[in-house]
Every structure is written in structure tokens, then in C-alpha cells.
């Protein structure tokens, strides 16, 4: 069965700091993998999305960005935090053609 | 502009009783929708999906309909537990891609 691994589940770090989270996907090949982020009160909005090795495309201009060096790992990554970086961070993955989408446990990221 | 809306933004019930969520979408092309539950500090899980040719659908306790002319999409919930203390988020897909997200409705069972 395919399950979906994400980590860390609470993070802390300061404005400025660098971020890198990780995404791993177990049981299926060439999944769509997506990056979401949920703000207090807000619904989720997505942030990247993925059809393959090396192939990102970003839904909104910001600060993060995401990487998928191999086909069943999606990273997102900071240089530099910022106070609004702050959020419940989502991963989540779909069969090829599938509107079905399976989500991690997410990350909890406070910038302080 | 694609937009989910739900209703009420939070809900208090007694353990046992019934309740009903509900959400309002401005989505084109609507593809189908979904209803997921989602813990305090975990990812959503998918309860149901409705197509557009589908009015009603059933799992377990829960009951989704959808209403495609007035495009209104509720979520009932019967003999509710302790359990059922969630968000519930409505979902409206259009394509492959793209996941229109409402802001959810936190729901609330007392004992």
C-alpha cells in the first residue's frame, strides 16, 4: 500500500534562517506530488506542484521554493525565513490522471 | 473567480446528534468534489467524493449530496461520536491539478 512520510512534524526557526522539508512517497512510481501551506483560518493553498523528476511548477510567487531530485521525494526549501513563512505545511501526492489526493501529517513551521 | 465557501464556520454538538455542513462553490469546470476530515495537527483524510452526475452519497455515518444547478454541496452527519471532532474541509476539483479549498468548518462533539 502507498503512504506518505513527512518531517519534520513541529519546527522552530528564526527569520533568516534557512528551511529544507522533506516529502517521501512509498509504494507507487511517478506520482504528482504537491506542496501545500495552511495559514490560521485559511484554506489550504497550494504551492508547487510536481509531474516528475526535476519538474516543479509554482502556483504563487514567494519566498520558498521546491525540488523533487528523485521521483518519489518532494523538498521545499527557504534561504532565508520570513516572519509570514509561518504556517501548517501539507505534502500530499495523486496518481497520475487521479483527482485523489493523499496528504502527510504535515509540519507545523513557526518563524520566530 | 473559483471560490469554496462554507458554513458555519464552527459548530458545538452533543454527542449523538445530527448535524449538517455545508458548502457553496463558484468553480468552472467543476470536475467533482470532496469532502475531507481533517485532525487537529494532521493532514486531511478524503470521506467522499460526488461527481456531477451524483446527488448522494453514503460512508458510514456520513452523507454527502450535491447539488450541481445550484452548485451546493452539504455534508450530514448522524448519531455523531466524541471522534467526529474535526475540520471539515470541501473541496471542488477542476482538472487534474487544481484542489479549490474551503476554509473548513471546525466541528465540535461534547460528551
Known amino acids: 500500500s502507498q503512504t506518505i512520510h513527512q518531517w519534520p512534524a513541529t519546527l522552530v526557526q528564526p527569520v533568516g534562517s534557512p528551511l529544507s522539508l522533506e516529502c517521501t512517497v512509498e509504494g507507487t512510481s511517478n506520482p504528482n506530488l504537491y506542496w501545500y501551506r495552511q495559514a490560521a483560518g485559511r484554506g489550504l493553498q497550494l504551492l508547487f506542484y510536481s509531474v516528475g523528476i526535476g519538474q516543479i511548477s509554482s502556483e504563487v510567487p514567494q519566498n520558498l521554493s521546491a525540488s523533487r531530485p528523485q521521483d518519489r521525494q518532494f523538498i521545499l526549501s527557504s534561504k532565508k525565513l520570513l516572519l509570514s513563512d509561518s504556517g501548517f505545511y501539507l505534502c500530499?501526492?495523486?496518481?497520475?490522471?487521479?483527482?485523489?489526493?493523499?496528504f502527510g501529517q504535515g509540519t507545523r513551521l513557526t518563524v520566530v | 473567480k473559483n471560490q469554496v465557501e462554507q458554513s458555519p464556520q464552527s459548530l458545538i454538538i452533543l454527542e449523538g446528534k445530527n448535524c449538517t455542513l455545508q458548502c457553496n462553490y463558484t468553480v468552472s469546470p467543476f470536475s467533482n468534489l470532496r469532502w475531507y476530515k481533517q485532525d487537529t495537527g494532521r493532514g486531511p483524510v478524503s470521506l467522499t467524493i460526488m461527481t456531477f452526475s451524483e446527488n448522494t452519497k453514503s460512508n458510514g455515518r456520513y452523507t454527502a449530496t450535491l447539488d450541481a444547478d445550484t452548485k451546493q454541496s452539504s455534508l450530514h452527519i448522524t448519531a455523531s461520536q466524541l471522534s467526529d471532532s474535526a475540520s471539515y474541509i470541501c473541496?471542488?476539483?477542476?482538472?487534474?491539478?487544481?484542489?479549490?479549498f474551503g476554509t473548513g468548518t471546525r466541528l465540535k462533539v461534547l460528551a
Open positions: 500530499a501526492w495523486s496518481e497520475s490522471g487521479s483527482t485523489e489526493a493523499f
Open positions: 473541496v471542488v476539483i477542476t482538472g487534474t491539478y487544481k484542489y479549490i
